[in-house]
């Protein structure tokens, strides 16, 4: 079986500093995980994804995320957040059988 | 341009009129799914299709049905809605290959009164 853990359904972060959402993950397979991010009022949009290879993977808008298998983790990080970073964010593990299971999200917030 | 296109975007219906929301892909993905999105439970599968003619039960399918006749289309039919499905849904495709991701439509946000 596999399912996914956010930690913290709410961030705050002030502009310019680190931005560090966190994800684990259960699997039962090698898994394939993502990240989303939702921009208000619109659809999920793919930021980054580790499948199989370089543990730290890199994704849009300065975003990465490193896959630790010994931690069940894979974090999305940026150095250095910018206002238009607000939304909500997803972690997903996608199952053998094509399936995703999602994460219930982390929204972040950016303060000035 | 690829993309998942649903529709309506914004839809407000009576308790038990039968309604249904397209959705079409353009992008030639066997693999096509529905979403609800409630605050506070992230995003529930509701129903899925691994290729034509081919569906199966999500984790909430209650109350909805679906239809996979052409590849392109997989429209999600709620014969009698409720307030209880009030709610947010996104329509997904994808390659059946476990490296790609969901290309999501933009959502169609219902309100059952």
């Known amino acids: 079986a596999q399912s996914v853990t956010q930690l913290g359904s709410h961030v705050s972060v002030s502009e310019g500093a680190l931005v560090l959402l966190r994800c684990n993950y259960s699997?039962?397979?090698?898994?394939?995980l993502f990240w989303y991010v939702q921009y208000p009022n619109q659809g999920l949009q793919l930021l980054l994804k580790?499948?199989?290879?370089?543990?730290l993977v890199k994704g849009i808008n300065g975003f990465e995320a490193e896959f630790k298998k010994s931690e069940t983790s894979f974090h999305l990080t940026k150095p250095s957040a910018h206002m238009s970073d607000a939304a909500e964010y997803f972690c997903?593990?996608?199952?053998?059988?094509?399936?995703?299971?999602f994460g219930t999200g982390t929204s972040l917030t950016v303060i000035p | 341009e690829a993309q998942v296109t649903q529709n309506p975007r914004y839809l407000i219906t009576v308790t038990g009129k039968k309604l249904t929301v397209t959705c079409s892909q353009n992008m030639n993905h066997e693999y096509m799914s529905w979403y609800r999105q409630d605050p506070g439970l992230g995003l529930r599968q509701i129903y899925y299709s691994m290729n034509v003619e081919v569906t199966d039960k999500g984790d909430v399918p209650e109350g909805y049905k679906v239809s996979r006749k052409e590849k392109r289309n997989f429209p999600l039919i709620l014969e009698s809605p409720s307030p209880n499905q009030t709610s947010l849904y996104f329509c997904a495709s994808s390659f059946r290959d476990r490296t790609y991701g969901y290309t999501f439509g933009s959502g169609t946000r219902l309100t059952v009164v």
């Open positions: 997903a593990v996608k199952s053998t059988g094509n399936q995703f299971y």
């Open positions: 580790y499948t199989t290879g370089a543990t």
């Open positions: 699997s039962s397979v090698p898994p394939y």
